[in-house]
């Protein structure tokens, strides 16, 4: 159980185009699903948190213009990535939580490359 | 502010050789202390958490324990398969009933056959 998904799993796009990416919570309802960044040899940093049918909560120093988050359903959320540039290539990975406990269930992250 | 550091940052192991990874945390208002694996170009998984000092889990060749500053994962006679970066996570409260991971940089393990 718990199985999150992310779909693409690697994405090459032009400087200046926008990248949408899926994150599904397969087998439970996530009533908050996270969106995390990771550089090479870093840890995890917390983009936003999401609530379903709610906007997102940006951490400081993420632009809320340029991540667009949409968290539309109890099993999906979704970042876009508007008018990428070459400093935007990363790992994106999500994570989702159910209504009881705090566990968050990761998935298998999308890597981002802008040319 | 708050903190989790992890140590070593890397760790070369033989096979079968056991050893403790480290997390220590400076936080105000731990709600659990979370351990994650994670392996190259993917997501973490999800292995233990551990809410009060004095706590245990075990899961095959891993167990982790915590006391109020800091959390081991020990890892008994390990095998290759058990290469991974190893994750810890302290979940802060972070208003309206939500909680936010604030993850360590993680040790990278090596076990050599």
């Known amino acids: 159980g718990a199985v999150v998904s992310q779909h693409p799993s690697r994405v090459i796009c032009k400087s200046g185009t926008s990248v949408k990416i899926e994150c599904r919570s397969l087998d439970f309802q996530a009533t908050t699903m996270f969106w995390y960044r990771q550089f090479p040899k870093q840890s995890l940093m917390l983009m936003a948190t999401?609530?379903?049918?709610?906007?997102?909560?940006?951490e400081q120093g993420v632009e809320k213009d340029k991540f667009l988050i949409n968290h539309a359903s109890l099993t999906l959320s979704t970042l876009t990535v508007t008018s990428a540039h070459p400093e935007d290539s990363s790992f994106y990975i999500c994570?989702?939580?159910?209504?009881?406990?705090?566990?968050?269930?990761f998935g298998p992250g999308t890597r981002l490359l802008v040319l | 502010e708050d903190q989790v550091t992890q140590s070593p940052e890397a760790l070369r192991l033989q096979e079968g050789e056991s050893s403790s990874l480290n997390c220590s945390y400076t936080v105000s208002g731990l709600r659990g202390l979370f351990w994650y694996r994670q392996d190259p170009g993917k997501g973490p998984e999800f292995l233990f958490t551990?809410?009060?000092a004095g706590e245990e889990k075990e899961k095959e060749r891993l167990k982790a324990t915590l006391t109020k500053k800091e959390s081991f994962l020990h890892i008994t006679a390990p095998k290759p398969e058990d290469s991974a970066t190893y994750l810890c996570?302290?979940?802060?409260?972070?208003?309206?009933?939500?909680?936010?991971?604030?993850f360590g940089k993680g040790t990278k393990l090596s076990v050599i056959p």
């Open positions: 996570a302290a979940a802060l409260y972070s208003g309206a009933g939500s909680y936010q991971l604030t």
């Open positions: 999401s609530n379903e049918g709610s906007k997102a909560t940006y």
């Open positions: 551990l809410y009060s």
């Open positions: 994570s989702a939580r159910a209504e009881q406990g705090e566990t968050q269930y």
